[in-house]
């Protein structure tokens, strides 16, 4: 399975936050780190704040932090938030899908594949390898 870019930047700015929970960040801030373009991140960032993950304060200090500690954030509720569409294959198009076995295993496989996002948070994954702030700060 392949997750879409959209996913990959709201988990890029929810790691990025994650990691610095101590101030307000800004989208230009994140996109320089990851060297993405700030327009994408825009659009993430404005439904992630409508989904509640993150906060955006207004003005001239202003900017975006995490609306919830990380432990709060479930990886596979908010990949099911970000992807659009789950199919594998197009099996509604296929002459044989009626009686197709492989569409049951691809469906099995989807849902074991989202069984296993949904035992980490955010919090777990920015613990698995350590401190990657200082691999963002040299990139900027």
Same mark, same amino acid.
């Given at each position: 399975?392949?997750?879409?870019? /959209?996913?990959? /930047? +709201?988990?890029?700015?929810?790691?990025? =936050?994650?990691?610095r929970?101590?101030?307000?960040? @800004?989208?230009s &801030?994140?996109?320089? +780190?990851?060297?993405?373009?700030?327009?994408?991140?825009?659009? $993430? $960032? @404005?439904?992630? $704040?409508? +989904? !509640? /993950? =993150? &906060?955006?304060?207004?003005?001239?200090?202003?900017?975006?932090?995490?609306?919830?500690? @990380?432990?709060?954030?479930?990886?596979?509720?908010?990949?099911?938030?970000? &992807? &659009?569409?789950?199919?594998?294959?197009?099996?509604?198009?296929?002459?044989?899908?009626?009686?197709?076995?492989?569409? !049951?295993?691809?469906?099995e496989?989807?849902? %074991?594949? =989202? $069984?296993?996002?949904?035992? /980490?948070?955010?919090?777990?994954? =920015?613990?698995?390898?350590?401190?990657?702030?200082?691999l963002?700060?040299? %990139?900027?």
């Amino acid at each position: 399975m392949r997750l879409t870019r /959209y996913t990959d /930047y +709201a988990m890029r700015v929810l790691l990025f =936050l994650g990691s610095r929970t101590d101030r307000l960040c @800004s989208i230009s &801030e994140i996109a320089k +780190a990851y060297g993405i373009s700030q327009n994408h991140l825009m659009k $993430v $960032v @404005s439904d992630l $704040v409508s +989904a !509640g /993950y =993150l &906060e955006s304060v207004r003005g001239r200090s202003g900017g975006i932090r995490l609306a919830m500690r @990380s432990d709060d954030i479930n990886i596979g509720k908010l990949i099911r938030h970000t &992807e &659009e569409d789950f199919d594998l294959v197009e099996c509604g198009k296929c002459i044989i899908a009626p009686a197709c076995g492989l569409t !049951g295993v691809l469906d099995e496989a989807l849902q %074991a594949f =989202l $069984v296993v996002l949904d035992g /980490y948070s955010l919090a777990d994954v =920015l613990a698995k390898k350590g401190d990657f702030s200082n691999l963002l700060l040299s %990139a900027q």
